[in-house]
């Protein structure tokens, strides 16, 4: 069954830090999406992106933050420099259809990836 | 502002009876809600959705009912197995609404242990 890919599992960094997370949506779906899960809290969008470019985004995902599809199967995420807050799950999404198009569409979710800012 | 609430964290259920898992909306706009479930170490994976136009949706044991004039719906699991117990979310999204409509908008989720 096709899944969606997110490397890496885990990472600790210090504040101020850039770090990028990395995914690998199923090939043949065209819209991609982060979201992220702080421990204990619902799981929150932050960004969807389409056609190589950001199509929504949330107030969380501020100047901070940046998506990108470098080539054809690896979509990332940035994040400039790391505040303690952005500890978190972060969780790579990808979906056939964008869900403004059809609310009937299902994302199919990583596993996620876990960040520590120290 | 928590558009979706699920008020209980958690629920204990003895194997074979029903699991019934609640949600609450408050935002109108919303018209299709799905049910996520999660194991540890894992992500959010699909269990069952449901239209606006529809009261209830099925599907082997499991099946989502939305009563739209209260703006609740849940997710009923009979009969309830061992491998059920997991973290289940609910989930809604605004067609066309703009503002975040390509978002899921999530609950904080209510963990179901299944007991032997």
């Known amino acids: 069954e096709p899944e969606v890919t997110q490397t890496p599992s885990h990472q600790v960094t210090q504040m101020g830090q850039e770090v990028i997370l990395r995914c690998v949506p199923i090939?043949?779906?065209?819209?991609f999406y982060w979201y992220r899960q702080i421990l204990g809290q619902k799981v929150e969008f932050l960004v969807s992106?389409?056609?190589?470019?950001?199509?929504?985004k949330s107030e969380i995902f501020d100047d901070q933050f940046s998506v990108e599809r470098p080539d054809g199967s690896n979509f990332t995420l940035k994040i400039r420099s790391t505040k303690l807050e952005d500890s978190a799950m972060y969780f790579c999404?990808?979906?056939?259809?964008?869900?403004?198009?059809?609310?009937?569409?299902?994302?199919?979710f990583g596993a996620g990836s876990r960040l520590t800012v120290l | 502002d928590q558009q979706v609430k699920q008020n209980s964290p958690s629920l204990s259920v003895q194997e074979g009876r029903i699991s019934i898992l609640n949600c609450d909306y408050t935002n109108s706009m919303f018209d299709y809600f799905l049910w996520y479930k999660k194991y540890p170490a894992e992500g959010p994976t699909f269990l069952i959705s449901?239209?606006?136009?529809?009261d209830k949706n099925e599907d082997g044991r499991f099946t989502v009912f939305l009563n739209k004039s209260a703006k609740h719906l849940s997710l009923h699991i009979v009969p309830s197995q061992p491998g059920d117990s997991a973290v289940y979310f609910c989930a809604a999204s605004a067609l066309g609404s703009g503002g975040g409509a390509d978002g899921l908008t999530f609950g904080k989720g209510t963990h179901l242990i299944i007991q032997p």
């Open positions: 992106f389409y056609n190589n470019e950001i199509s929504e």
């Open positions: 449901i239209s606006s136009i529809k």
């Open positions: 999404a990808s979906s056939e259809e964008g869900l403004a198009l059809s609310g009937a569409n299902v994302l199919t």
């Open positions: 090939s043949n779906h065209l819209y």
